[in-house]
């Protein structure tokens, strides 16, 4: 092992010194060995800074860490979560009802199916109008009210999915609420109908403050029109949780409760009955669509050798950015605006899960491990800051996804669908020419440009991902294959990409903040810079009140 990562630093060495472009005149035919395709993607890792010799040293890596041993144990439930000792199961939400390939939990999968005919119940009974308000009304505005992994899925999903068009329409409108600071909800609450309005609480611990904050405040805003908070919480409130005491204690109604399970991670939830609010504005058959897509990349990801495995070559690229290039960005870069909250959705999924520095025995980590995962979308972004990504200082990597087929499903008037699908044309055209000219920097200018103000680095190295289309089943696919290269990427740098204990202190800190900032004396404990913006708070809001 040792002599492969001497190896690979040595080909880090060398890919300093190299272009991009050196590596396409290599002779070999880089198209060939650096593009792979599985089903709808289609992966062009050509622009990568990595040779071939590079590449085997990669995989030889891969073979003697024994990572098919790993996925091994995660598909059979052994307990890959090792400092909470649990399985990782979420690919067992997406699994067809007759699948019996988890002997050691050999229900799960029928729970799984139990949970999600309960909840096409819910869903039918508010697709049909039929879940009324205290006042007797039906339902026309539903706040999803949860953080993090909680809401990022199905708001990236109910964002993406907008052209398949929603058999609810506009008669039933959804809202995402997370931010604890109030925003969201106060300016939600002034336009919503009361007696109209139903809330789900998604929340996997059915603890966490930032939900709970807004959950008190739409609580509180019901009672004061139906006067009374049991018919507040018996007709407004639906719960999904995997603490089912939590959601009874709280006084969620039996038949409004929804469970997941804590072998399902919040940031790999959204399969459970946490895309509640996915089914609500698609229906069960779209949600349905989107788990088989999830379990379809389960089996490519299962059953492919990892030169072929689409989740293992994205992997395998971006340990070595990170890891022997030292890149420590990669930016992701959507040219179809349907997948412009992906970045969001993976900024959680990559850098909660694998932003730790310290390996599953408990030592320190041998490598540099996930880098900064940020983005945008990918045209607006060549507005803002791609004029860093081409002659900043600064090495990124980028990851460009786009759609190809789109508009010409008969589904709008052909002269509109002439005009959008030039848009996406256009989109496209976009979208390649940035990878190259990141790759490639000048050679695509007219002639030698002289003006330094004016030369572009390249070298910058890019992933593209094509997607033959955004159909719900391609979508589930899409994220799935994220996860999986999530997971892998931990096997390679032997960290436990399930838990977020790094979450936690800043958490109880801000309870004795909050108490800090209502009592001066509990101020002493903290730093003197804490103990000065405390103090700042209460001197201005003091003044406010001298003011009165
Ligand atoms: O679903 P919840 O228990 O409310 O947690 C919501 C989120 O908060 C936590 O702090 C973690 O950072 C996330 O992994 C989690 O998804």
């Not at 992997?315 to 870069?333: D, Y």
Request: charged share 20%.
């Amino acid at each position: 092992m040792e002599k492969i990562i001497e190896a690979l630093k040595e080909e880090a060495i060398l890919a300093r010194k190299r272009s991009i472009k050196s590596l396409f005149n290599s002779g070999a035919d880089r198209i060939d060995l650096f593009t792979a395709e599985h089903g709808s993607f289609k992966i062009d890792y050509s622009k990568q800074n990595i040779s071939s010799q590079g590449w085997s040293l990669l995989l030889d890596y891969y073979y003697k860490s024994k990572i098919d041993h790993k996925i091994h144990a995660l598909f059979s439930g052994k307990p890959v979560n090792v400092t909470e000792n649990r399985p990782a199961l979420h690919f067992a939400l997406r699994a067809p009802k007759d699948v019996r390939s988890l002997p050691k939990h050999s229900s799960i999968v029928a729970d799984v199916h139990d949970e999600l005919e309960a909840m096409a119940l819910i869903v039918r009974k508010i697709r049909k109008r039929k879940w009324r308000g205290y006042s007797g009304k039906a339902i026309t505005n539903i706040v999803s009210l949860g953080v993090g992994g909680s809401e990022l899925g199905p708001l990236l999903v109910c964002d993406a999915l907008q052209e398949i068009g929603s058999s609810i329409g506009d008669s039933i409108k959804l809202h995402f609420v997370s931010s604890m600071d109030g925003t969201q909800i106060s300016q939600l609450l002034e336009v919503l109908d009361p007696e109209r309005t139903l809330f789900i609480i998604s929340s996997k611990s059915f603890t966490t403050v930032d939900t709970f904050y807004n959950v008190n405040t739409a609580l509180k805003w019901l009672t004061s029109y139906s006067g009374s908070i049991e018919l507040a919480k018996n007709h407004h409130f639906i719960g999904v949780s995997a603490s089912q005491e939590k959601m009874e204690a709280w006084g969620i109604r039996k038949e409004n409760q929804l469970i997941f399970w804590n072998w399902v991670g919040g940031r790999f939830s959204l399969w459970s009955t946490i895309g509640l609010p996915i089914a609500i504005k698609y229906g069960m058959d779209v949600f349905y669509e989107l788990l088989e897509g999830g379990y379809e990349m389960d089996f490519h990801f299962k059953n492919s050798t990892p030169e072929s495995c689409l989740p293992t070559v994205l992997a395998l690229i971006s340990f070595w950015n990170s890891s022997f290039l030292e890149i420590s960005a990669n930016a992701v870069l959507p040219y179809d605006g349907r997948l412009k909250l992906l970045p969001n959705y993976l900024s959680q999924l990559e850098m909660e899960s694998n932003g730790k520095a310290v390996s599953v025995n408990g030592t320190e980590v041998r490598f540099k491990t996930s880098p900064i995962i940020w983005g945008e979308l990918g045209p607006n972004a060549q507005h803002a800051f791609y004029q860093l990504l081409h002659q900043g200082t600064q090495d990124v990597s980028c990851d460009f996804i786009s759609t190809v087929k789109r508009y010409h499903n008969g589904a709008r008037p052909d002269v509109e669908a002439d005009f959008l699908y030039q848009q996406q044309s256009l989109s496209l055209a976009n979208c390649f020419a940035q990878s190259s000219v990141l790759a490639f920097g000048d050679i695509f200018a007219e002639k030698e440009e002289i003006n330094p103000h004016k030369r572009y680095r390249g070298n910058q190295p890019s992933t593209t991902l094509l997607i033959e289309e955004l159909t719900p089943r391609i979508l589930g696919s899409l994220i799935a294959l994220y996860e999986h290269k999530t997971y892998v990427l931990s096997c390679l740098w032997d960290i436990n990409p399930f838990d977020q204990w790094g979450v936690e202190l800043g958490k109880s800190i801000s309870e004795e903040a909050l108490r800090a900032i209502h009592e001066p004396n509990y101020r002493n404990k903290f730093d003197d810079s804490t103990k000065w913006l405390l103090t700042q708070v209460s001197d201005w809001s003091s003044k406010d009140d001298t003011n009165k």
